[in-house]
């Protein structure tokens, strides 16, 4: 399961250390897709690549030095990680990914419409409140999801053309000849 | 070997220097300029020398649920702030590294760093340095629009998206001043955020409900914790050496250039020290209008520039 | 000249109705089918046109149509001798004599160059498939096959009449006798204009109800939904196919005489209404044998629409014949097993086919997926093509059309194939003890085999064969 | 001049088919029409030649007397004599008989004749014979009058046949009478078994199959 996933991360790896590689057929694609004259200018002259290669090798010799040296640190007993004191944290205090966004969706409110339950909580003893919030996927929830299901819900209100009875059927058969009759003959 | 190399080496040793050796004096620089305003003597101006030789020797404490993603934190920021600072070009020459589209290459780098110092934060599992993380990219997601509308002013007045060539302006500045004020004061904001100073955050509160960029690194500690200020401090200086480059003139000579580029630097940080001493921290909420307001101003600039 | 494929099939089909011993009669049958497919390329070498006066000669397009329709027979007739053990309880007497009979009768119809002819081979068809249908004697099959027998009667009675115009429309043009198609197509000129059109119109309405085009083709979801798997697979690759070959002649014919344009209107317009009424019956269908019958309609509106674009996507509507053939086979034989092994073809009693029956569900899956255009399959190939020549000929709507449609009905059908075939089934639902076994698999495997093979290389001989039956469906004899 | 009498009869008998409510007149009356299709080639002056003469023949015999047995064979087995209140009114289905003839003869007037020929009322009375067909057809709710209705429906094109009497072969009028002859035949097998399965030849139980 890991290895496609393994692969795909090599290959994003690969391609950005060493993007002169993809320069060349990225340029093809895209002056086929421009047709004959050439209206971007080629990725090379762009943008110098090769330095990027060359820029990573220090970035990942000088960082792997670090890391030893700091891997090498003497180290102290494992100490829980320090919770300002509190005796008791447990798992739901952990800082999940809703609340990591929390910041850009409430900026975005106006935009994403998070669907939240469960608000502030009033008085001084207040009794115990659950909150969740959830960001609907603005497009398969707000408009695919509903979509299909409403033209599936249309699509089955025609489905009393095929009802059963023979006679209806005879009745197409009939009514197209005549309609293609009398187009025919206007 | 020509005259002219022996030269061009010399410069690129002085930058390597400047880069590995000159980062720990700034933050000292900002620190003694806010006592002296305080009128304390405050601590001396190499303290941060002293605490990087105390912390490499003393002992980490590493919480129990934390994993190799905890080194990558502070290991990433310093190895970036190493490569970025190959970027830039500081005193009299262009940067030794610089090629045409660093620029991207830059902004994206301190992404990077960025985001590995977030997950190095998560790893840790508390909710404060989750809440913190949160916060930063939050913020750094208002802030880097800036930085790239800056870049591309700079870009459209000098014509190459190079770092060099676009800092290291020689031309004449007239016809460029007026945008360029706006972009630098864009680039201030964004050196605020970034570099976690006072309007946006306060790098020496203890209280971990208001910190962004210091509850990340709460449980640093030992050498760790030393590369996260050295690490800290180096980008107080690329980022600053980006927001002092235009400025500088850099046609009086290489000596003559070099010492404006530090003298240039002392006055950034004597001018955030005396920034920081009289302004308070923005609430929360006003953080994101501050950087919006720095994302208009270079915006402007950028649009005066296409006009 | 080639009698001996027609009368090979219905000697065989007495044969097999005379015999007691069920062993002998499925060898009979499975015998009968490869002789007849090795006759058929025999006699395709030497495809040409036949000679002027013969009244059965083998010509491009009968021998496309003829091949597709011999392969669909050997692949259900390797097929039959499972599905018969599977089923002890009904005698495979009536079964065997008609699928023989059948293949007999489609080989008349394909070499037929009489349109009398044509059409008492089609009316014939008819009979001999009626007990087929009626093949799991119970209320609802019963109820299948009265209204197959009907409506295919009044269709064909509808289609006789149109022969009829057609031919006063000759006499009136004093075409001499006899009227073979190649005569009609030769002096075409001096055909009576509202007649041949009235003519043409009667048979498209009666041939298309053979067919199975909307609206004539109300009775196709009865009938393929309650017959057995193997002669849904035949009705759907082999009846449909005589049909359009038979409305394929009548419009040679139109076009030679320079109607193309009003034939044209109406066949984009039978194909586009067939494919959205079986678009709009696909969409939560809880039937998948019935989904598969929406299918089949669905499939015939794209034949109709391709002849209809002409020029190169009536080419691909032929090569189209045979994918769907093939294709529709797979579905129609995995459906067979799947409705054997859960004894329900309704949804909510029959998920998780793929873990049941593994192979079935599978073949069930990647039919589902060749059938709805996907590309290393032959339908892809034909679809792909009738879409390019439509969008580029001018018919830019029809195009845009026949894409959408292709989506919706991709989307329709995907919602209860995915739910056959995934999903777990749970202890409660029915369990036979049918087991997909060599048998029952091994011939739909080389099915999807073939269209795989289709959708990538066609042999020359092929190609040229189809090249010169689109060529005559255009109108040059 | 005779055949143009039995032809106004044929269209008679249509009013008459589609006004009867009794199952036994209904199938005499479909019997008498093709009795009388039967006979018209011979009165088309046309030569008595072997062949039409064994084309009348053949069409009496099985139109006249084998399938009315077959049908009133079926009947038999199933003691109902009275289609009950069918899908359409008797009263309204004889309206659309009379609209039907009078669109048969408008579209019958488009389509040109053969000059001379004694075939002027053949295309409208095929035409209305054909109309009626589908009306019993679809209006009727036993099985065996919708059978009918396929017979007289059948009689309609056979009557169209016949303005083809000389041009076509006589192995494709023998095919076609075959065919008629062999489906009706299979209706009746069919019906036979309707009638034991579902105890009643009401469509009604018949529309068990739907979406």
Known sequence: ?186 | MPESHLVHISHVLLHLLTALLLPPLIPGLINKVKALMAGRSGPPVLQLYYDLAKLSRKQAVFSRTTTWVFLMGPVGTVAVGLVAAMLVPFGHLHAPCGFQGDVILFAYLFGLARFLTVLSALDTGSSFEGMGAAREVTFAALAEPALFLGFAALAKSTGSLSLSTMLAHTGPLFRFSGPLVLVLAGWAIVYMAENSRIPVDDPNTHLELTMIHEVMVLDHSGRPFALVLYGASLKLLVLGALLVGPILPRNAGPLLDWLAFYLALGVLAAGVGFAESIMARFRMTKVPQFLVAGVLATAFAFLLMLV | MTWYLIVLPLLAAGVAFAIPSPIWRVRILTATAILHLIGLLVALRGWGTPPAGAWLGLDALGGWVLLVISVLFLVCALYAPAYLALRPDRDGRIFTGSLLSFLGLASLLAQSQHPGITWVAIETTTLATAPLIYFNHNRHSLEATWKYLLIGSVGIALALLGTLFIAYAANMGGVEEPLLYGRLMHDSALLSRPWLRAGFVLTLVGYGTKMGLAPMHTWKPDAYGETPGIVGALLAGGVTSCAFLALLRIYAVVAAAGEAPFARELLVGFGLLSMTWAMVFMVRQLDFKRLLAYSSVEHMGILVLGIGIGGNAAKFALFHLAANALVKSVLFLSAGNIHRSYASKQLPFVTGAIRRTPISGWLFLLGFLAITGTPPFAPFISEFNIAYTALTTGHVWVGTAFLVLLGAIFLGMSDTVIKVVFGTPSAQRVRTPYKDTFATTAPMIAALALALVMGLWLPRPLQDMLQSAALMVGGQP | MLHDILITLTVLTNFTLVATSRIHKSIQVAAFQGVLLGLLPLTLGLGFHIHILLMAAAAVIVKGWFIPFLLRRALAKVHIHREVHPYIGYTVSLMLCALGTGMSIVLAHNLPLKPGGPFALFVPAALATLFTGFLLLVSRRKAITQVVGYLVLENGIYLFGLMLIEAMPILVETGVLLDLFVGIFVMGIVINHITVAFDSMDTRQLAELKD
């Not at chain 1, 250390?17 to 050439?38: I, Y």
């Not at chain 1, 999940?96 to 009033?122: E, N, Y």
């Open chain 1, 1 to 186: 399961m890991l290895a496609a996933m393994g692969i795909l991360s090599l290959a994003c790896a690969g391609i950005g250390l060493v993007p002169v590689l993809m320069a060349k057929p990225l340029d093809r694609v895209v002056s086929t897709l421009s047709g004959t004259e050439q209206v971007l200018p080629s990725l090379d002259n762009l943008v110098n690549l090769s330095w990027l290669t060359v820029l990573a090798i220090p970035l990942l010799v000088v960082g792997f030095i670090l890391w030893k040296w700091a891997a090498a640190t003497p180290r102290g007993k494992e100490q829980p990680t320090w919770g300002c004191g509190y005796l008791a944290p447990n798992a739901r205090m952990q800082y999940t990914a809703s609340s990591f966004a929390d910041g850009l969706v409430q900026g975005m409110g106006w935009v994403l419409w998070p669907k939240i339950q469960g608000g502030r909580v009033r008085g001084f003893f207040p009794f115990p409140r659950r909150f969740q919030s959830h960001v609907p996927d603005p497009v398969l929830d707000r408009v695919a999801d509903p979509g299909l299901n409403g033209a599936a819900f249309l699509l089955s209100g025609l489905r009393f053309l095929q009802a059963g009875h023979m006679s209806i059927y005879l009745m197409y058969i009939l009514l197209t000849l005549l309609v293609l009759l009398i187009w025919m003959v206007v």
